[in-house]
């Protein structure tokens, strides 16, 4: 992979971390900004904890998202990022640049996505 190629990936991912950062963070805000004396009906309760819920789900969503992104900046450190973790060889940088956590190439990922079917 050519440096600016590698260049161009470190980029967008930073800039995906950063914004995982802030959905997280706008999500936490959106919890502790609940508050049960706020909702008297049962109907007022269910939509709290639904919306509590689904707070949870985009954080766990980004928690996911955000280790990814770290593990694919600290194979750039190590020199490694780009490589097929199944069968070693290059992933695309078209693939990497729509999306830079790819661990796979193409072939390995469309068979691990028939074996998981």
């Known amino acids: 992979m050519k440096t600016s190629e590698l260049a161009q990936c470190r980029k ?3 800039a995906q971390q950063e ?3 802030r959905h997280t963070r706008r999500a936490l805000e959106g919890e502790l900004d609940v508050n049960r004396d706020d909702s008297p009906d049962e109907l007022d309760i269910a939509s709290t904890e639904s919306s509590l819920s689904f707070a949870g789900q ?3 969503r980004e928690q ?3 280790l990814k992104i770290d593990h694919s ?3 750039i450190e190590m020199g490694t990022y ?3 973790e199944e069968c070693g ?3 695309g940088f078209a693939r990497l640049k729509a999306r830079p956590v ?3 190439c193409i072939d390995c990922k469309a068979d691990q996505e028939r074996l998981e079917r």
């Open 19 to 21: 914004e995982a950062l």
């Open 82 to 84: 780009g490589e097929c």
């Open 12 to 14: 967008i991912l930073v």
């Open 102 to 104: 790819a661990s796979l």
């Open 89 to 91: 060889e290059e992933i």
């Open 73 to 75: 900046l600290e194979k």
């Open 58 to 60: 985009i954080r766990e």
């Open 64 to 66: 996911r998202l955000l």
